[in-house]
């Protein structure tokens, strides 16, 4: 006998009572494979809510009615801990500043309203499917997060999460160095849920920020070449290139 699959149980928060209504309307026609266990529109409610009927995801508007979205998460990880559901914001504000809390508070995706349910729905897949970590995976994680740190990107910006993914995706396949604009940006703004414009952005603002900060000795330093002076920034692809490099040569 076929075991039933376990539906994906999403909670909805909006102080918008028509986007909620909406939402839960395109994945009642998704009734095989995900289930809306609750809405609100008061962010107080929600946080008991989702206490209560411990969904898998929530999907929830930043702009909430008695509480914000950012509070509903800090109370939830205090109440639940680990095994507090992922949430994912979809909202109207769309400032750098918003997104870059929202992810270090442990959101898993800021989506700008308005937004494509199909997107949405593939994003909640993303974050359903096991991800396979391995210990190579860790190791190059860390160090290229050390090295950004010693040449002055700070880790709060997006665009070090953007560098970062475009240096995992350089040492994987150092031929999309050369499609940076047709690839790589693309590719990486899908797995964020942004432009490409945004991505090519963000990075280039990570760059001047490190700049700003008088690290480039450190840079130097780092690829053992007097390659950059105070006025000659790298671009995007020069500073991605030359640290897939790095990583790359020492395996």
């Not at 096991?130 to 994680?141: E, F, G, Q, R």
């Not at 350089?170 to 490409?196: G, Q």
């Amino acid at each position: 006998m076929d075991i039933p699959k376990r539906k994906i149980k999403l909670y909805l928060a909006d102080a918008e009572i028509e986007e909620l209504k909406k939402i839960e309307n395109y994945f009642l026609t998704k009734s095989d494979e995900f289930e809306v266990v609750g809405k609100n529109k008061d962010g107080l409610e929600v946080i008991k809510e989702v206490c209560e009927l411990k969904p898998d995801f929530v999907i929830s508007e930043v702009l909430l009615t008695s509480a914000d979205g950012f509070k509903v998460v800090e109370s939830i990880k205090k109440e639940m801990g680990t095994s507090m559901p992922k949430f994912i914001f979809v909202s109207n504000l769309s400032h750098a500043g918003f997104i870059s809390k929202a992810m270090k508070e442990g959101v898993s995706y800021f989506m700008v309203k308005p937004i494509s349910y199909e997107n949405l729905e593939e994003r909640i897949r993303d974050l359903t499917s096991p991800a396979i970590v391995t210990d190579k995976d860790k190791a190059l994680d860390e160090k290229i997060s050390n090295i950004f740190i010693s040449i002055g990107i700070p880790a709060h910006i997006k665009g070090y999460q953007f560098l970062r993914e475009a240096v995992k995706l350089a040492v994987n396949d150092p031929d999309i160095i050369a499609s940076i604009t047709k690839r790589l940006y693309p590719a990486i703004a899908e797995k964020f849920s942004t432009s490409s414009s945004k991505v090519e952005r963000g990075m280039r603002h990570a760059i001047e920020v490190a700049w700003n900060r008088g690290k480039i000795e450190n840079i130097n330093n780092l690829f053992g070449l007097q390659i950059y002076g105070a006025n000659d920034k790298p671009t995007n692809g020069e500073l991605i290139a030359l640290i897939a490099d790095k990583m790359i040569m020492e395996g």
